[in-house]
């Protein structure tokens, strides 16, 4: 055990900055999402990330990447998935400029010598298929940030090769999946009551990276019938805690229900 005399004294004045999460991954999607249809027509996971991410109306074309976490699986096999979805345009039809994410993303990538556009996937030196290590990032723009799971930090020469984290899966209803007997059962309830605690004054653009720092959470596979880690990166997860009344979103920020 590391004692007071070992360690640093921590100063709160000084306290260091917070580390984003870093994963490594293979790029496996990059999309030109148009409407509701064309998500739809990309599978479940893009349909579910667009549902939530336009909750509130205000349709408009995104830009839809997805990786593969190569040092972290399930353990019955099932790939953890990462994602971010990138609106194109305002709300009034006009194209966002170059100061804003969706520029900001593209240049990231290029300054690392590759492509991520939609446009360029006949290039050689396009992102599909390729191996990089990304982080949480949080974009400002003025007075707005906009956070994605999918900021590059370095392109690997190839897949991850060193120790895979096993994420061993549990749903909400106290029933342990693969590998139970290792893996305590947890309640609906118990879950909901984590959530609420781990999310409240936080924003949805944290949810997944507060899961994956949460050992009780992380290893819960589903919520009301949804893919917990999954619906926390889409944000989907937000709606399904509105829905039943464990959180709410005030200010884009979680708060308790009033009564």
């Known amino acids: 055990m590391t004692t007071d005399t070992q360690r640093e004294v921590y100063d709160p004045e000084a306290a260091p900055e917070e580390s984003p999460r870093r994963s490594y991954v293979e790029f496996t999607a990059s999309e030109y999402v148009a409407d509701a249809a064309a998500a739809e027509a990309l599978g479940e996971r893009v349909a579910r990330s667009w549902n939530s991410y336009f909750k509130n109306g205000g349709e408009a074309p995104c ?6 976490t190569e040092d972290a699986t ?4 099932n790939p953890l998935t990462r994602s971010d979805l990138i609106k194109l345009y305002t709300k009034d039809g006009r194209p966002l400029d170059n100061k804003q994410a969706p520029a900001i993303l ?20 396009h992102i599909i298929g390729k191996h990089l290590l990304v ?3 949080e974009i400002k723009l003025g007075s707005f940030s906009k956070k994605v799971q999918l900021w590059p930090v370095e392109v690997c020469d190839g897949p991850f090769d060193g120790e895979v984290r096993i994420v061993r899966p549990r749903n909400a209803d106290g029933v342990a999946t693969t590998g ?9 309830e118990e879950v909901a009551r984590l959530l609420q605690r781990a999310f409240l004054g936080k924003a949805p653009s944290d949810m997944f990276d507060i899961i994956m720092d949460t050992p009780e959470l ?12 999954e619906a926390a990166n889409d944000e989907s997860l937000a709606k399904i805690l509105s829905d039943e009344g464990i959180l709410t979103l005030v200010d884009g920020k979680f708060a308790i229900p009033s009564a």
């Open 135 to 137: 982080e949480s990032h």
């Open 218 to 229: 992380k290893s819960v596979s589903s919520f009301y019938g949804q893919p917990l880690m």
């Open 63 to 68: 830009w839809y990447l997805e990786a593969t």
């Open 180 to 188: 139970a007997a290792s893996v305590a059962a947890i309640s609906h």
């Open 74 to 77: 399930f353990e019955d096999g």
């Open 106 to 125: 593209a240049n990231r990538f290029k300054e690392l010598g590759v492509s991520a556009s939609y446009t360029t996937k006949d290039r050689p030196d």
